[in-house]
Antibody, heavy 116, light 107 residues
Framework: EVQLVESGGGLVQPGGSLRLSCVAS????????MTWVRQAPGKGLEWVSG????????YYADSVKGRFTISRDNSKNTLYLQLNSLRAEDTAGYYC?????????WGQGTLVTVSS | EIVMTQSPATLSVSPGERATLSCRAS??????LAWYQQRPGQAPRFLIY???TRATGIPARFSGSGSGTEFTLTISSLQSEDFAVYYC?????????FGQGTKVEIK
């Protein structure tokens, strides 16, 4: 059974940092690209960042480019998202998702709240 | 960036009726189009990929069609569990982009 479990969310002040993690199981993690998607409270889905299966190719939404960094450790079956220079508009639930013809499996999400 | 536009924003349908949701891309995405269902408080659920192929375990009442810039998700006979928000998403180009969603509510 595929499982994706996110962690690392919380309350942070504007300008602060957080690192999100997503632990994967039930599939060969190093064979699949992975993605982060976020959803602000009461809003729609926003693609944030993607990474190739080997980790050598990364992509970012313009809204987070230069502030967020996606990475992965295939030896630990773990996906990361480093969030720096956080803004109020980054407040959202952050989901990790496995890539296959779209995003076929999703975690339950971790909530990031940016507020003073 | 490819802009995905869904219509209508809200669709009011009676149980047992058919629902037809539309998704338009600002430029061609070929058939690289997925649909997701999101119920309140839950993560999105993968429904359709390749514009028309149902994901594993998705009931046959869900069907997708279209290619290029115009796509449709049809739910042939709405069940109570189908009242939710539906999103389309293109995976032809970077950045990946979602539509703004269509809420299917009980009439």
């Amino acid at each position: 059974e595929v499982q994706l479990v996110e962690s690392g969310g919380g309350l942070v002040q504007p300008g602060g940092s957080l690192r999100l993690s997503c632990v994967a199981s039930g599939f060969p993690f190093d064979s699949y690209a992975m993605t982060w998607v976020r959803q602000a409270p009461g809003k729609g889905l926003e693609w944030v960042s993607g990474i190739s299966n080997s980790g050598d190719i990364t992509y970012y939404a313009d809204s987070v480019k230069g502030r967020f960094t996606i990475s992965r450790d295939n030896s630990k079956n773990t996906l990361y998202l480093q969030l720096n220079s956080l803004r109020a508009e980054d407040t959202a639930g952050y989901y990790c998702a496995k890539n296959w013809g779209g995003f076929d499996y999703w975690g339950q999400g971790t909530l990031v709240t940016v507020s003073s | 960036e490819i802009v995905m536009t869904q219509s209508p924003a809200t669709l009011s349908v009676s149980p047992g009726e058919r629902a037809t949701l539309s998704c338009r891309a600002s430029q061609s995405v070929s058939s690289n189009l997925a649909w997701y269902q999101q119920r309140p408080g839950q993560a999105p659920r993968f429904l359709i990929y390749g514009a028309s192929t149902r994901a594993t375990g998705i009931p046959a009442r869900f069907s997708g069609s279209g290619s290029g810039t115009e796509f449709t998700l049809t739910i042939s006979s709405l069940q109570s569990e189908d009242f939710a928000v539906y999103y389309c998403q293109q995976y032809n180009n970077w950045p990946r982009t979602f539509g703004q969603g269509t809420k299917v509510e009980i009439k």
